[in-house]
């Protein structure tokens, strides 16, 4: 089975802190996405890597940002937590050009 | 750009009844359409995607390009149905594999 394991399943954090979440999948996947999941708003795309180093932005990627320095490994980081970002978010991964994505568990974040 | 368009936000109906979950998309270019699925407490997955033409669970779902859309059928809804539905959307024949998502739709299925 393929496995996408985010860190946390949840993390309290304070306003103003800088916070990681990571994310590792284990099929060698090429792409891999970050996504916020709010009720109401459905999936919004934060981020997405297509190769080990390259990032691109998604819809919503203010006081966003990643690294991706290992094929296996995506990381998101808020670089000054805010009220505003408290969320679920879930990573995921894929092939390119074939077959769909595999979804981490999620990680809900609550910013204080 | 991509986007996915999925106009009810909830969708209530009786064991056995039919079920249409709506999906309509905006894409200038040759679209791959799929469906995801998220039951309480799990993971979001894969539930099934056009160009496999296959049937999950009971559930189809056509490419009409056409009129744009990819709505999700089944004949006879099950209580174990009840789900949050994603309908998905990327780029299909090339590197660029952004995949952008529509707001969901929750099926209740109620006995």
């Known amino acids: 089975d393929v496995k996408v394991t985010q860190s946390s399943r949840y993390l309290v954090k304070r306003t103003g802190e800088k916070v990681f979440l990571e994310c590792v999948q284990d099929?060698?996947?090429?792409?891999m996405f970050w996504y916020r999941q709010d009720p109401g708003l459905g999936l919004r795309l934060i981020y997405f890597?297509?190769?080990?180093?390259?990032?691109e932005k998604g819809d919503i990627p203010e006081g966003y940002s990643v690294s991706r320095e290992k094929k296996e490994r995506f990381s998101l980081i808020l670089e000054s937590a805010s009220t505003n970002q408290t969320s679920m978010y879930l990573c995921?991964?894929?092939?390119?050009?074939?077959?769909?994505?595999?979804f981490g568990q999620g990680t809900r974040l609550t910013v204080v | 750009a991509q986007r996915v368009t999925q106009p009810e936000k909830l969708l209530s109906v009786f064991k056995g009844a039919p079920v249409e979950l709506k999906c309509n998309y905006s894409?200038?270019?040759?679209?791959?359409l799929f469906w995801y699925v998220q039951y309480s407490r799990q993971r979001l997955q894969l539930l099934l995607r056009?160009?496999s033409r296959e049937s999950i669970k009971g559930f189809t779902a056509d490419l009409n390009k056409g009129e744009t859309s990819f709505h999700l059928k089944k004949p006879f809804a099950q209580e174990e149905d009840s789900a949050m539905y994603y309908c998905?959307?990327?780029?299909?024949?090339?590197?660029?594999?952004?995949?952008?998502f529509g707001t969901g739709t929750r099926l209740l299925v109620s006995p």
């Open positions: 998905a959307l990327r780029e299909a024949n090339t590197g660029f594999q952004k995949l952008v």
């Open positions: 099929m060698d996947h090429e792409n």
């Open positions: 894409y200038s270019g040759s679209p791959e």
């Open positions: 890597s297509y190769d080990v180093k390259m990032k």
């Open positions: 995921a991964s894929s092939f390119s050009g074939i077959g769909g994505a595999f």
């Open positions: 056009h160009i």
